[in-house]
């Protein structure tokens, strides 16, 4: 049995909304804007997928559908991790194993099975990143954790918000299914 737990709604929770508040508010955060309260009720977020440890919401994603994406759904969307020490370090850090947090992967499995039971086929992940090194890291976790085994990793980046002449829209994407997000020439490597 495991320690974490990974519930996902079509509704944010209150446990999400607790989350978002967190992140909103982290001065760390380099994306609280992402985490505002508008964001959280996004006509494009169709899922809410929260970690809960010890009955303490840990970890927050978002499933979301924009027109852009041609019909695909981006998972992992809006991730975000609780940094608490527990005595052993930063307790959420005890699940990373293999490049990836494992329930992340559990959030990640769980809506693909959201977006696949209501005819969705074509998810993927993005990330923002200079080099393909981190998404390679990744990669390779949700292949080792994931129920599903059919992941891409795609070698350019991808335009994965409207905005295509902010270098930050251009993103490296790990799918699985036809996505049809348009392409860069640059391999980003």
Same mark, same amino acid.
């Given at each position: ?8 709604? $079509? ?5 999400? +909304?607790?989350?978002?508040?967190? &992140?909103?508010?982290d001065p760390k955060n380099k ?6 309260? /508008? ?31 041609? /019909? &695909? =759904? +981006? ?11 527990? #005595?052993? #370090? ?7 194993? !293999? ?5 992340? =992967? ?5 809506? =693909? ?17 200079? $080099? ?8 390779? /976790? ?18 994965? *918000? ?6 930050? *829209? ?5 799918? +699985? /299914?036809?996505? +049809?997000?348009?392409?860069?020439? !640059?391999?980003? &490597?």
């Amino acid at each position: 049995m495991s320690e974490w737990t990974v519930i996902t709604t $079509t509704e944010p929770t209150d446990n999400v +909304r607790k989350i978002f508040d967190i &992140a909103y508010a982290d001065p760390k955060n380099k994306l609280a804007n992402n985490y505002s309260i /508008g964001n959280l009720y996004n006509q494009n977020s169709i899922a809410y997928s929260v970690t809960m440890y010890e009955n303490e919401p840990i970890a927050v994603s978002t499933l979301m559908n924009r027109p852009l994406y041609n /019909g &695909a =759904v +981006r998972a992992l969307s809006r991730y975000y991790v609780v940094q608490i020490n527990d #005595g052993d #370090g930063l307790f959420p850090d005890k699940f990373y194993i !293999d490049g990836m947090r494992t329930h992340a =992967v559990e959030q990640l499995d769980q809506q =693909v099975k959201l977006a696949t039971d209501i005819h969705i086929n074509d998810v993927f992940i993005s990330r923002e990143d200079k $080099t393909h090194r981190r998404m390679t890291r990744i990669h390779k /976790g949700i292949l080792t954790h994931s129920k599903y085994k059919d992941w891409i990793l795609e070698k350019s980046r991808w335009l994965v *918000c409207p905005n295509s002449e902010s270098p930050a *829209c251009w993103q490296f994407v790990i799918r +699985r /299914g036809d996505a +049809r997000l348009m392409q860069s020439e !640059d391999d980003g &490597a």
